[in-house]
């Protein structure tokens, strides 16, 4: 089956979903991800507002000859033309035909009191404004829509006003008018029986923008998409300012994995997990691990009975295949798991441990042992990875044999606080002492312990701390509270995540740090020396 040649998925993430907060993109971010949006095969992207946004008219500049659309097309976002000036010497409405974009959203007041209050105008002037840009944009060759701002609360207020808006849009030419829950305030029934009251009255062809201040802003979008709608609006990942917009992944993963439509090109909805990592990266948004479809736990088990059901059969415990939206089942170790859940974990990591009952049972136990002292393995995998093969093959991995390590932090007034650290090991057949200083004792650790082993294995060079989490165990004990800490490390292929755990917080994190490194050298195939 193919994607629907009258359905359109219509992405604003360079525009509204750049809107949130703490959320700044260059230039050249927003090219990337426009590739991206492309990849994932998406009708429109709304790349922004040229000739209001320096930033914007330069993308679009850009664009025109650095991108190469196989699937999108760009659309430019502006306004109407401003009160008692001709949409042919408004430069806001010039910019947008300079743009070069084949695609021109307008955005138009459809909410009376807006149009009164905040652009100071009549009624009939706004529905002229309407008018008399869309006619000017398709004149110049632009295919148009007009995103109908403050729909919802619009209609509520007047609706009669709010469908002439429609209306006079569709009859100047705009080929589609999305109806926006500016506000965000709408609930998935409310919006059902706007959406089709409209379509009724006026017979236009209708899209439907969402924001996610009730958190429906996903159902919102199915229930218009229900009610006759023929384009979703939304951002990757859920971007927008306030709580967000309508994540349009999940809208899309909906509506082809539980309504029956194609709305992407055939084989594109596999690409969802990916883009959306690659983009949180371009973003520097974290992603959210319980992101529907595409978080990292979106197919994460972890209770025993869980586990049970879905050694016999994953689909009695998962919604939807993972792999229909490039993500992938994930067991998770921890002291609610059963044998099941470490046989399939042990099979995650290569390891088949069917039929080895005193194997899995040692595992188990070890397992919900050390949870209880405060360990946490569904965070760590690369630790209990260590773990496992620990128990499967009688001796942990191990590439060095610590002696000692200690730090000193040293604080004067007036001057920052300085760390150093100093390790001895045994590593390729020699002693290995080295010092390393740092802004805290484990930075000043890190380094002692690369200086140390980097002769020894220079293939530690290209491994990368890149977070550190600490969390206090138990709060009550005040200072003397055990302490757990997880630590992040990286590679050109990706990341991994070790725990350490002890009453001392520079304890905990020296086995985080050791683990880390070790796991590192072992997921790259290296052979001790």
């Not at 109908?148 to 209609?155: P, S």
């Amino acid at each position: 089956m193919t994607a629907s040649s009258t359905f359109q998925v219509y992405d604003t993430t360079l525009r509204d979903g750049a809107q949130q907060e703490g959320l700044s993109l260059s230039v050249a971010d927003k090219l990337t991800i426009a590739t991206h949006l492309d990849d994932l095969g998406v009708g429109f992207i709304e790349g922004g507002w040229p000739g209001a946004i320096p930033k914007d008219t330069e993308f679009f500049r850009r664009a025109a000859s650095e991108l190469s659309l196989r699937t999108a097309q760009l659309a430019a976002f502006g306004a109407t033309r401003k009160a008692g000036v001709a949409a042919a010497d408004d430069p806001q409405v010039r910019a947008l035909v300079d743009s070069l974009a084949p695609v021109v959203t307008l955005v138009a007041k459809s909410d009376i009191r807006h149009v009164e209050r905040a652009l100071r105008t009549s009624g009939a002037e706004n529905l002229a404004m309407v008018r008399d840009t869309v006619a000017f944009l398709v004149a110049e060759g632009r295919q148009v829509f007009l995103d109908a701002e403050h729909f919802f609360d619009g209609y509520r207020t007047d609706p009669a006003y709010a469908l002439e808006v429609a209306r006079v849009a569709v009859e100047a030419g705009a080929q589609v008018v999305a109806l926006c829950d500016t506000n965000g305030g709408m609930l998935p029934s409310a919006i059902a029986d706007v959406v089709h009251a409209v379509g009724q009255a006026t017979g236009a062809p209708l899209g439907i923008h969402c924001h996610n201040d009730t958190g429906c802003a996903v159902a919102n979008s199915l229930a218009a998409v229900a009610a006759g709608v023929v384009q979703v609006q939304g951002t990757l990942n859920g971007y927008g300012e306030r709580t967000g917009n309508a994540d349009l992944l999940a809208v899309v993963a909906n509506l082809e994995l539980k309504l029956g439509h194609r709305v992407l090109p055939e084989g594109k909805l596999a690409e969802a997990t990916r883009i959306a990592h690659a983009v949180s990266e371009i973003t520097n948004v974290p992603p959210y691990s319980r992101q529907p479809y595409v978080g990292a736990s979106a197919f994460a088990h972890k209770a025993g009975l869980h586990a049970s059901a879905i050694k016999v059969d994953p689909d009695l415990y998962q919604h939807a295949d993972p792999t229909t939206v490039g993500n992938d089942m994930r067991m998770l170790v921890s002291d609610m798991a059963g044998r099941a859940s470490i046989e399939l974990k042990g099979r995650e990591l290569g390891y088949d441990l069917a039929g080895q009952g005193d194997l899995v049972t040692r595992i188990t136990e070890r397992v919900k042992s050390l949870e209880a002292a405060g360990y946490t393995f569904e965070a760590a995998d690369a630790s209990f990875e260590l773990l496992l093969r620990e128990e499967a093959d009688g001796v942990r991995p191990g590439y060095f044999d610590v002696e000692s390590w200690r730090v000193i932090t040293e604080s004067r007034p007036g001057v920052d606080a300085l760390s150093e650290a100093t390790v001895k090991l045994l590593a390729g057949g020699a002693r290995q002492v080295a010092v390393g200083e740092g802004n805290g004792p484990v930075n000043a650790l890190d380094q002692a312990l690369r200086g140390a082993l980097l002769p020894v294995y220079p293939e530690l060079a290209k491994l990368q701390l890149v977070d550190f989490k600490v969390r206090i165990l138990d709060a009550s004990s005040g200072t003397d509270a055990v302490t757990r800490v997880l630590i992040e490390t990286a590679d050109a292929r990706g990341t991994w995540t070790t725990v350490g755990v002890g009453a001392n917080l520079v304890e905990a994190s020296w086995q985080a740090l050791v683990d880390g490194l070790t796991y590192g050298l072992l997921r790259a195939a290296v052979t001790p020396r």
